[in-house]
């Protein structure tokens, strides 16, 4: 019956169509309500054993299953083995647990699936989306000349940053157009700095733009793990002396794994120096700014010439969803290409944004809408309350391990990011770790600091409480003898 072409394979007007839809939903809606049995991240299956459980005899059968047989093994094989991310087992990653209302956003983004490049595809997301970037603008204290626009995660927010500084430089200080005639001849005397402990699509995004990983200075940090100003200032300078071309810091406003938080300040006047961008990093930080009592910690993020903002995160929404801020909204120019059959000049003068020429892709998810939703409905009371709650578990947990003998630990949390081991092998760390996943379903995260295994909780989930924490460090112990 599936393969009848008929009104029924999608939403129409038609009332046969809605039942159908709205039936659809339902079961797909209690199907998934349903699988959540217990508390458990994971029902625990060993990588073989998962293999198994989800193999189907073909995935593209000659004719279609059904739909009863359909969700029989969709029930039967996917959900049971599903990471629950709303579990407060889970804090493996800077993953979240996603809010409800974004969660039906998400439903109406599928069902209307109207794509951001052209007005014509999406003209009231399009609007939307423009008003979100105006609120966000004006959240980290933009003016009315900065922009923006959402993207598919942190990595490509990071990527487009950098782009707009590689091309605001060779345009400005260089007089070369590389947007036309490709990079300049002295292209391998760029350099951008960025600490030790950044994230990888730094060196992801330079090799993309062609200039591969050695434009990419890393800059130590300093025991708190932030950025050592005074060593920028020295590399910046030998680079002067040595014919390199500074072209833009990158500041990590919460580093992936200790949520650590370069100063901006003193970034940005080594920048107003040495005339270069100041790209922030803020994928992890960024939701730091709804807090009404610990937002002063990401300091002035206004003073970078881009922004990095990822609502995946820490605002808690379902991925994809990303935004790239700029200051001077002009430099978007670098990724405008005009189209005679998708993002004319005549219709942009007339009033008709096409939001293409902002962005790396061309079809593109209305995502803004999951942030237009949870901002009208929780405010920032609402979120300040998750991001203090979050912010106050990290302190917590961090003074618990600090004060017992069996753990140790590397720096106090900014953010919601406590990285810790046992002090014991680092077999033993890793041991504990592989246990809590396949023996209680606990999925927790690890890394390596001085070439020490640590362990590390993310604690992105206001669900988490003191007790839970507890309860966790005694797991940790417990296993680690048996
Ligand atoms: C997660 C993260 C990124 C990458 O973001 P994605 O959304 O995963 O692409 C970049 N920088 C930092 C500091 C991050 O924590």
Redesign the pocket.
């Known amino acids: 019956m599936e393969n009848k072409i008929s009104e029924l394979m999608f939403l129409t007007s038609s009332e046969e169509s809605k039942k159908n839809y709205s039936e659809l939903i339902n079961r797909t809606v209690k199907a998934i309500v349903d699988s959540f049995v217990d508390k458990k991240a994971f029902a625990g299956l060993t990588p073989y054993d998962l293999k198994k459980a989800i193999h189907v005899e073909q995935v593209l059968p000659e004719q279609g299953v059904g739909m009863d047989k359909l969700f029989s093994l969709l029930q039967e094989k996917v959900l049971p083995n599903m990471l629950r991310t709303s579990s407060t087992d889970y804090m493996a990653h800077?993953h979240t647990l996603a809010l409800c209302e974004s969660i039906a956003a998400e439903l109406i983004i599928a069902t209307y699936n109207q794509s951001m490049d052209s007005w014509d595809q999406s003209p009231a997301a399009t609007e939307i989306e423009v008003e979100v970037v105006k609120c966000l603008c004006k959240l980290y204290g933009y003016d009315e000349t900065s922009g923006g626009c959402f993207t598919?995660?942190?990595?490509?927010?990071?990527q487009t940053g950098l782009l707009l500084a590689r091309d605001w430089y060779c345009n400005t200080k260089l007089n070369h157009d590389v947007k036309k005639k490709g990079l300049p001849a002295n292209y391998s005397k760029f350099r951008f700095y960025t600490s030790e402990i950044?994230?990888f699509?730094m060196e992801k995004s330079s090799h993309l733009m062609g200039l591969g990983y050695d434009a990419v200075v890393k800059v130590p940090v300093d025991k708190n793990q932030k950025m050592d100003i005074e060593v920028l200032k020295s590399l910046i300078e030998k680079d002067v002396q040595d014919g390199n071309l500074p072209v833009c810091v990158v500041a990590?406003?919460?580093?992936?794994d200790y949520g650590s938080i370069d100063d901006v300040a003193k970034i940005s006047k080594l920048c107003k120096e040495y005339g270069m961008y100041l790209h922030a990093?803020?994928?992890?930080?960024s939701a730091v700014i709804m807090s009404d009592k610990y937002n002063n910690r990401i300091g002035n993020l206004a003073l970078c010439d881009s922004i990095?903002v990822?609502f995946?995160?820490m605002f808690l929404q379902p991925?994809?969803c990303?935004a790239i801020l700029v200051k001077d909204d002009s430099l978007f120019e670098a990724l405008t290409l005009h189209a005679d059959y998708l993002n004319r000049e005549e219709d942009e003068e007339d009033g008709y944004t096409n939001l293409v020429g902002k962005s790396l892709q061309t079809t593109r998810r209305f995502d803004a809408l999951k942030v237009w939703m949870s901002f009208l409905l929780r405010g920032k009371e609402g979120y300040s309350s998750i991001i203090n709650t979050c912010i106050e578990n990290a302190k917590y947990f961090y003074d618990r391990v600090l004060s017992d003998s069996s753990f140790e630990t590397i720096v106090e949390p900014e953010i919601s990011s406590v990285v810790f081991r046992l002090s014991a092998s680092d077999e033993i760390n890793k041991l504990v770790r592989r246990k809590l996943i396949h023996q209680d379903g606990i999925v927790i995260g690890q890394t390596v600091f001085e070439n020490k295994v640590y362990l590390k909780f993310t604690l992105l989930n206001p669900l988490v409480t003191h007790q839970k924490l507890d309860e966790l460090i005694e797991e940790i112990k417990f296993l680690s003898k048996q």
């Open positions: 800077l598919s995660g942190g990595s490509q927010s990071n950044s994230h699509s990590t406003i919460g580093t992936t990093d803020a994928a992890y930080g990095t990822d995946h995160k991925i994809s990303s």
